[in-house]
T-cell receptor, first 114, second 113 residues
Framework: DAGVIQSPRHEVTEMGQEVTLRCKPISGHNSLFWYRQTMMRGLELLIYFNNNVPIDDSGMPEDRFSAKMPNASFSTLKIQPSEPRDSAVYFC????????????FGPGTRLLVL | DQQVKQNSPSLSVQEGRISILNCDYTNSMFDYFLWYKKYPAEGPTFLISISSIKDKNEDGRFTVFLNKSAKHLSLHIVPSQPGDSAVYFCAASSTSGTYKYIFGTGTRLKVLA
């Protein structure tokens, strides 16, 4: 299995621009998670989908962030407009069943907003 | 407020010696704990876990100890190897609650050859 796939691996953009991060979970996994990693706060859960339905988005920092999962094999995290404080590494993870199961992480997208 | 704290941002250990990584938590509802390991430019990978009904779990060179009264857990790596050099994240969840993983900020371990 190819594991969780994320694209792009690196993104540099200017403040105010729209950023879209993409994720393909492991085939057969029912749950998908988006995390953000920063030095100050470590890994923070942004949103969690189960069977393509958003279950908990309480970690999404503000309305500039949105996430979708149109089907079982694809999810996007969008930031519009982006700000310098959004600079971080964004990870997507999937698990076979859901919360409480081992989560398998993708390689991450390193985002830099200038 | 950080519910899971890893107070040592970094740790250096000589090859062959024991590495001890520490983690403290504040929420008494947490009853399932995990350690993830992360190499540069890769995502975190699951290493070992422990349920609150146990106070120790061992997997090869890796042992996790849980002290519920102190709300503290530690990861022991014996013997440490250069390939263990990575960032280690502690995570906690409540199996009677939301099950969400709450991660610490990580500890960077460097094993010196």
């Amino acid at each position: 299995d190819a594991g969780v796939i994320q694209s792009p691996r690196h993104e540099v953009t200017e403040m105010g621009q729209e950023v879209t991060l993409r994720c393909k979970p492991i085939s057969g996994h029912n749950s998908l998670f988006w995390y953000r990693q920063t030095m100050m706060r470590g890994l923070e859960l942004l949103i969690y989908f189960n069977n393509n339905v958003p279950i908990d988005d309480s970690g999404m920092p503000e309305d500039r962030f949105s996430a979708k999962m149109p089907n079982a094999s694809f999810s996007t995290l969008k930031i519009q407009p982006s700000e310098p404080r959004d600079s971080a590494v964004y990870f997507c993870a999937s698990s076979p069943l859901g919360l409480g199961e081992t989560q398998y992480f993708g390689p991450g997208t390193r985002l830099l907003v200038l | 407020d950080q519910q899971v704290k890893q107070n040592s941002p970094s740790l250096s250990v000589q090859e062959g010696r024991i590495s001890i990584l520490n983690c403290d938590y504040t929420n008494s509802m947490f009853d399932y704990f995990l350690w993830y390991k992360k190499y540069p430019a890769e995502g975190p990978t699951f290493l070992i876990s422990i349920s609150s009904i146990k106070d120790k779990n061992e997997d090869g060179r890796f042992t996790v100890f849980l002290n519920k009264s102190a709300k503290h857990l530690s990861l022991h790596i014996v013997p440490s190897q250069p390939g263990d050099s990575a960032v280690y994240f502690c995570a906690a969840s409540s199996t009677s609650g939301t099950y969400k993983y709450i991660f610490g900020t990580g500890t960077r371990l460097k094993v010196l050859a």
